[in-house]
């Protein structure tokens, strides 16, 4: 249904129904990329890469070296499979490594960015580790989504199931964990309704229509299909409550 990437989509017209989701996970990219300031021959890390998308799509624009690390082996295979056929492989590649014990020697980055995946590990000790990376005066970029309101225990479950995370923060949360971590000048980006709520409502579409029944069917039975629906639906009313989506961008000090 989001094609071959893992991540929300950005339309920087939420009601451009011009723009497709892929081309929205683009756009995405994109945003993060202005904030991240990378130079040609600069390196990134890219903390939780998943299939590898951004990681390729930022190398190719900047002209940066991209080392994307995940816990997934299944991940790791399909991200380097897609640097190799996108002739990024020299430049973009992927290891399994635990973004909570990073094995890099201080300084080894000039940029890191964390792309909708602190919310599945140890925040803190993740904020941590990427500073520790990044050489002084390199960015450290996190966009995830956080809580602007409390949720049930009920809205929390579904959260938690539909979008497999370890925990939900308030993005004061956030804030306080990068200057923790030594970050400072630390600017957020609230783009909630540029990307949760379009990504959310052209997602039910597709289901509501059947447009991708046939693929989705090549993974799930058409009850898990239903109850994805079902989740989705409920993810769109706690969205309008209690959900949003922030862009962050700290620096270490010189």
């Known amino acids: ?81 897609y640097a190799r056929t996108s002739g990024m492989g020299d430049r973009v590649h992927f290891e399994r490594i635990s973004a909570m014990e990073m094995p890099y020697a201080d300084a080894t980055f000039d940029a890191a960015m964390a792309f909708e995946s602190i919310f599945h590990m140890d925040r803190a000790r993740v904020c941590e580790q990427m500073v520790r990376v990044v050489r002084p005066g390199g960015r450290v970029v996190i966009a995830d989504g956080v809580l602007y309101s409390p949720m049930t225990d009920e809205q929390r479950e579904i959260i938690y199931r539909g979008f497999e ?16 971590a030594g970050l400072t000048g630390i600017t957020c980006l609230d783009v909630t309704l540029n990307t949760m709520m379009p990504t959310i409502d052209r997602s039910l579409a597709l289901l509501r229509s059947g447009a991708c029944h046939d693929r989705l069917r ?36 010189l």
């Open 1 to 81: 249904m989001w094609g071959d990437s893992i991540h929300f989509g950005y339309w920087p017209d939420p009601t451009d129904d011009n723009i497709s989701i892929a081309e929205a996970q683009q756009l995405f990219t994109d945003l993060l990329i202005s904030h991240l300031k990378l130079e040609p021959g600069q390196r990134l890390l890219d903390v939780g890469c998943g299939t590898g998308r951004p990681a390729v799509q930022i190398a190719r624009k900047t002209g940066a070296h991209v080392t994307g690390i995940t816990v997934s082996r299944s991940q790791v295979e399909l991200a380097t499979d």
């Open 165 to 180: 995370v370890t925990e939900l923060a308030y993005v004061e949360d956030y804030i306080r964990d990068m200057k923790a």
């Open 218 to 253: 090549e993974a799930y039975t058409d009850e898990e299909i239903a109850m994805f629906l079902e989740g989705w639906e409920a993810t769109r009313q706690i969205n309008r409550q209690s959900f949003a989506y922030a862009v962050l961008v700290g620096e270490k000090p």
